[in-house]
């Protein structure tokens, strides 16, 4: 049996110590539930993520709806899943990699997200209008044709997806350096080729964010992270 009080400690102490391993506690599940919980969520989310982009007026149409709430939800969610990058590296010692890592996060929650919004809430705006009739419907597909195909989102898409890779393989090199197992720092190459290379509709989404979950449970589970393991003696 385990216990925090130590040979010639008193209740006192004994106490602090304690409450530390209880805040430590709380912090470590929060941040596993941001690390895990963000691309579990959007590896399911994705399943049901359409790619209606041939066909809007037959498909984008009638799922107006649903197509707002998803980008909505998926608003957030890119967000939170900037922070998880930056969790995956969490304890580990400042470094530029270290650094890299979670300044490209954070220009992939803001780029990524501004691209997504676009490309998904403001279309969404716009099939809903056409499915209630308050847009004619071949305006708003015209419309929609040109936000797809715009320039300036693509332009944000594109930063974000380079940031995305860039978080990915900086902080990649920072848990090499820190001898975390190699396995899943390689596996790291595949949500970075899919969010890159691919669109995050299903299956592709659903690839990158699931097989980014798979890396943070092996790291997380495995490995385990020096910095929160807090071993109390035995006492005998």
Request: glycine share 8%; net charge negative; aromatic share 12%.
């Amino acid at each position: 049996m385990y216990s925090e009080l130590m040979v010639g400690d008193d209740p006192q102490s004994s106490g602090r110590r304690e409450e530390k391993v209880q805040e430590r506690f709380g912090s470590t599940l929060g941040r596993r539930i941001v690390l895990l919980g963000t691309p579990l969520a959007l590896s399911v989310l994705m399943v049901f993520h359409p790619a209606p982009y041939d066909d809007i007026n037959g498909e984008l149409v009638p799922i107006a709806g649903w197509w707002t709430v998803l980008h909505t939800l998926q608003f957030v969610l890119f967000a939170l899943m900037g922070a998880a990058l930056w969790m995956l590296t969490y304890g580990l010692s400042s470094s530029i990699a270290l650094t890299l890592s979670r300044l490209a996060a954070a220009i992939f929650v803001v780029f990524y997200d501004a691209g997504d919004a676009i490309a998904g809430i403001s279309t969404g705006i716009l099939a809903h209008a056409a499915q209630e009739g308050e847009l004619a419907q071949r305006a708003a597909v015209a419309a929609i044709e040109t936000i797809f195909h715009d320039p300036l989102k693509n332009g944000l898409f594109e930063i974000g997806e380079y940031a995305w890779v860039v978080a990915l393989a900086t902080a990649g090199f920072a848990l090499y350096r820190a001898d975390a197992p190699r396995i899943p720092l390689v596996l790291l190459v595949v949500p970075a080729i899919f969010l890159k290379f691919f669109d995050h509709a299903f299956p592709y989404g659903s690839l990158a964010f699931g097989s980014f979950f798979v890396v943070a449970c092996w790291l997380e589970l495995e490995w385990g992270r020096p910095t929160l393991a807090v071993r109390p003696r035995r006492v005998s």
